[in-house]
């Protein structure tokens, strides 16, 4: 009996030291979730900044249709739709692994056209690369211009420019996270995600017409 006893105690101790190490490895859990943020893309860019007039360019696909980038000089002086410009490369591993997620923006988002940027002098590199991944539906440019115009340094980048004519938010895309991030940073209004970490946004963002495109 008294075995058996001892063995109950021993048990109940366990026990109260498993619900102890559980409540103290559930505190731990919360603490790290409020510490990792969400990454939004890196604004790296010397040339442009969010709400700058995106730099209008006319340039040509390689099927040679002409295709206008950043504002277009009409009567309305806007565009009937954003644009997101995604800058990447044939030899990039990270931009082809980003392309599914290039698509599903294009599919979901109804009122941004995007378009795909590179540069070099091989256009018949581009053009294979293009049938290999299948995106003969994207105006695809091969211009060193367009590049150095919207201070692309690093690639994957992209830019998102709002319909009228202004950049509504742009950076280093790494991972489908930091491309979401730019359609995030517009909703809430501000130049980029960590902003909105760092602190409530400034009245340099805020802009009352700052909506998803």
Known sequence: MNMLIIAVVVLWILVIGLAITVFALTRQIGVLYERVAPAGALMLNQALKV???????????????????????????A????????????????????????????????????????????????????????????PYIVSELLGKSYGV??????????????????????????LESLFEAESLGIASLQDYLAGPPSDQFVDATAKRP
């Open 51 to 77: 709400n700058d007039a995106a730099p209008q360019l006319a340039v040509q696909t390689i099927t040679g249709n002409t295709l206008s980038i950043g504002p277009d000089v009409s009567a309305s002086g």
């Open 153 to 178: 340094s690093k690639l994957p980048y992209a830019v998102l420019i709002r319909a009228n004519g202004t950049i509504g938010s742009l950076g280093i895309v790494n991972s489908r996270e930091h």
């Open 79 to 138: 565009q009937a739709k954003a644009q997101l410009l995604f800058f990447m490369a044939p030899d990039c591993p990270i931009c082809k692994s980003l392309l599914p997620v290039v698509k599903s923006i294009a599919k979901r988002e109804q009122l941004v056209d995007v378009v795909l940027a590179s540069d070099g002098d091989d256009i018949e590199e581009h053009v294979a690369y293009v049938k290999a991944q299948a995106l003969d539906n994207f």
